[in-house]
């Protein structure tokens, strides 16, 4: 059984946020907050030289309360760990939104579309969105017979364009896996552990 | 080569022809320029093949004027320098940045733009252009309309006027200068680059005419020496002036800053919303297919922009400026909305507070004069109900909708002396003074680009094709203005020492060896993307440096 999970070395992001910037460019989500977010915290003891980078998205988690919350059924869990959301199911009422602890969805009230050539943006409006680990990559790398966190068609666009290297995605289940080798060396933690979400992102701490 | 300076032993000096300090746009096109040349060539890169926290901290900085964006994130330290922050969705999973040369008004002196004005002429300077195009992969060189036009799917609007026109930008990737120059240079037998190499001091003879040898550092804590004939600074307008600046042992001011220059004149492009273009016929989304998005026509990325043509601008003393065509679709009620944005009196304001401490739970502060207010401002909260309901009730049932174009903007900077980069008292890790950045923003700025909406506003009017409604209202430097990480003019050039701290070749005034390459020379910006021109500099000042060595 496969699970994608992604690595996030703290140790390694810059904020250059290319990571936002090309989720935002290549999955035209609609008007309103990003998939993506990135936070900067600056150090009070040594603001000059201290800063971390906190970028985040989608947890993907093993038991996401943005499911169990979901009256119609539109959030379901891939059986590859996936979190995703059927767009035609969702009435978007936002029971999702609110039961989120990482904040990592959102609805967009807003009637501006930003491009009308874009017809993704326009039929997400109105309805819950939130970062999908480019499943529609991972799958149309899948049936090629690519790897997914090595071939870089296969992989999840954030992490394929990482300027710092600081993004992982590989299979959890798979021992060789880069993802794997990275949590065992390394001390990882995922975020809110006490809520027992049990995320698919980690993060290595400076 | 490619040689990680942490290893270098302690105050080594590496001896070299031509030492080019930053591996950046500018330095990777020196660099190329200079493969299988007879001399030797040594390429300083402050970060390493990918950029890290700690590198990245040198850069950190105080924003002192106009907002700006965070210093230490606005661009980066490693091998491929900015070329690593093109960040358009290009096609084909690529990246890139939008390119286009200068025009040819933004190399002249013009009596309304103070200290305009380059030393050379477009002209002079096209076949460099023609080249930095070859190099970015761009080709063919043309920007003429006709070239980039698809009949019938994308063509130019047929406005028959004599003040707008269509402009061309391509988009070069980041590919060529990453995955293709990169390795070609560390291929090169008389190129070495080494990695993690900070200057942080540039060492002249006592006339400080000569420089004799540049001081490197890593932050890992070795220190080495570099010497050459040739020194070319390639390190971006911001690092560039802090170099020189802490450069000081014979010239107290600063190398090349003997009259005050260094640093001065910092611009960027302006990038703000000018206004909504409302179509007198949804039709018009037909016809406009060259600007909405990117085309690929013979393989190269282009998109189609309005301009102001040049004798308009100079009939009407304007800054050089282009607008990019954002399609939208919303609402008629949230059109009105934008337009006619309800301002609340104290008797709502007070109501508001009210409805919000109920609904959190909270205890009203000062409640007596909450109730005061909205007693003595009882009408205005009861047209206040009424106009929330009736606009509720339209936005649930009428959801009639418009396609409109947000107008997009980048205009010139005037250059001005007070926008400026100066050394802070913090220091970083190496030792040296961080800096301190005063974007300022001149009247003219902004006077400019509100007289540019009125007579885009006219002219698509008369053309028939819609109406202009502004976003820029007035004569005060807009918040939302903002740059796009194009630092340029902090090391201008003229020809007069008096005017300019570089001379016609990229030479700094008074210095026989020592170079500069990079946005930091430009005079003037215009609208254009700088890569395109940052190249054909490089590429010139490869040139000269080649005949000097000859």
């Known amino acids: 059984m496969t699970h994608w999970a992604m690595i996030i070395d703290l140790t390694k992001c810059v904020a250059c946020e290319t990571c936002i910037e090309v989720c935002r460019q290549f999955n035209k989500p609609p008007p309103g907050p990003s998939w993506r977010k990135s936070i900067v915290h600056e150090m009070k003891n040594n603001p000059s030289e201290k800063q971390l980078f906190l970028t985040m998205s989608c947890m993907h988690c093993e038991t996401p309360t943005c499911l169990e919350v979901c009256p119609t059924g539109a959030t379901y869990r891939r059986s590859d760990g996936i979190v995703d959301i059927d767009l035609n199911l969702c009435l978007g009422c936002g029971a999702c939104v609110v039961a989120c602890p990482y904040q990592a969805r959102s609805i967009s009230k807003s009637d501006i579309i930003s491009n009308e050539i874009d017809v993704k943006s326009k039929d997400r409006i109105g309805i819950c969105t939130k970062c999908n680990f480019c499943l529609q990559h991972i799958d149309a790398g899948l049936e090629k017979g690519l790897k997914p966190g090595i071939d870089p068609e296969a992989t999840p666009r954030c992490v394929r364009f990482c300027l710092a290297d600081a993004l992982y995605f590989g299979d959890l289940e798979d021992p060789e896996s880069e993802v794997s080798r990275l949590i065992q060396d390394n001390k990882v933690v995922c975020m809110q552990e006490a809520l027992g979400t049990n995320p698919s992102v980690y993060y290595i701490l400076p | 080569m490619i040689i990680d300076a942490r290893t270098l032993p302690e105050n080594e000096t590496i001896e070299t022809d031509v030492c080019i300090v930053g591996g950046g746009t500018a330095g990777i096109t020196l660099a190329k320029e200079f493969i299988g040349q007879t001399f030797s060539v040594c ?132 590919d060529p200068f990453i995955e293709d120059y990169v390795p070609e240079i560390t291929r090169a037998p008389n190129i070495k680059t080494y990695l993690y190499a900070n200057v942080i001091n540039i060492e002249t003879n006592e006339a400080a005419r000569t420089v004799k040898r540049l001081r490197v550092a890593c932050i890992s804590g070795n220190k080495f020496w570099v010497s050459a004939k040739f020194i070319i600074l390639a390190a971006g307008a911001i690092e560039i002036p802090r170099i020189l600046l802490l450069s000081n042992k014979y010239q107290n001011a600063g190398l090349g800053n003997q009259n005050d220059l260094v640093g001065r004149f910092f611009m960027e492009h302006l990038h703000f919303q000018l206004g909504l273009l409302i179509p007198s016929e949804q039709n018009i989304f037909q016809r406009t297919s060259l600007y909405n998005h990117i085309h690929h026509i013979n393989g190269v990325p282009i998109r189609g922009k309005l301009s102001l043509k040049e004798k308009v601008l100079r009939r009407n003393k304007l800054l050089n400026y282009v607008a990019q065509l954002d399609p939208m679709i919303m609402l008629y009620s949230s059109l009105r909305d934008m337009f006619c944005p309800y301002r609340s009196s104290d008797s709502v304001n007070s109501l508001k ?162 170079y500069v390459a990079g946005p930091s020379v430009f005079p003037t910006g215009g609208y254009a993307n700088p890569s395109l021109t940052i190249v054909a500099l490089a590429a010139r000042l490869a040139d000269h440096i080649k005949m000097i060595m000859k």
């Open chain 2, 43 to 174: 390429l300083l890169e402050s970060g390493g093949l990918k950029p890290d926290q700690e590198t990245q901290s040198l850069y950190h900085g105080e924003n002192i004027g106009h907002p700006y964006f965070s210093l230490d994130t606005a661009r980066t330290r490693c091998l491929g320098g900015t070329t690593t922050r093109w960040m358009i969705d290009i096609g084909n999973n690529c990246l890139g940045a939008r390119m286009r040369p200068l025009d040819a008004i933004d190399f002249e002196e013009r009596d309304w733009v103070p200290y305009s004005g380059w030393p050379f002429g477009k002209a002079l300077f096209d076949p460099f252009y023609e080249r930095a195009q070859a190099i970015c992969r761009i080709d063919p060189p043309s920007f003429s309309v006709k070239d980039w036009e698809e009949h019938p799917k994308a063509e130019r609007l047929s406005v028959q006027g004599d003040q707008i026109q269509t402009v061309i930008f391509k988009f070069g990737g980041r």
């Open chain 2, 353 to 514: 507070a009210i409805h919000s401490a109920f609904f959190r739970g909270t205890r009203l502060k000062n409640p007596g004069s909450h109730l005061k207010n909205i007693s003595a401002g009882l009408d205005d909260v009861i047209v206040t109900i009424y106009r929330a309901i009736k606009r509720g009730a339209i936005k649930t049932f009428n959801r009639k909708k418009i396609m409109l174009y947000a107008l997009e903007n980048m205009s010139e900077q005037a250059p001005n002396p007070d926008s400026r980069i100066t050394l802070s008292s913090d220091k970083d890790k190496l030792g040296m003074n961080h800096i301190r950045l005063d974007w300022r923003l001149s009247p003219i700025d902004i006077e400019s680009a509100i007289r540019t909406q009125e007579i885009l506003d006219r002219e698509f009017q008369r053309e028939g094709l819609g109406r202009l409604y502004f976003r820029l209202k007035d004569e005060n430097p807009p918040m939302r203005i903002s740059g796009g990480w194009h630092h340029m003019g902090t090391t201008r050039m003229h020809v007069d020492p008096q005017k300019g701290v570089v001379d016609e070749n990229s030479r700094i005034h008074g210095m026989s060896n020592l």
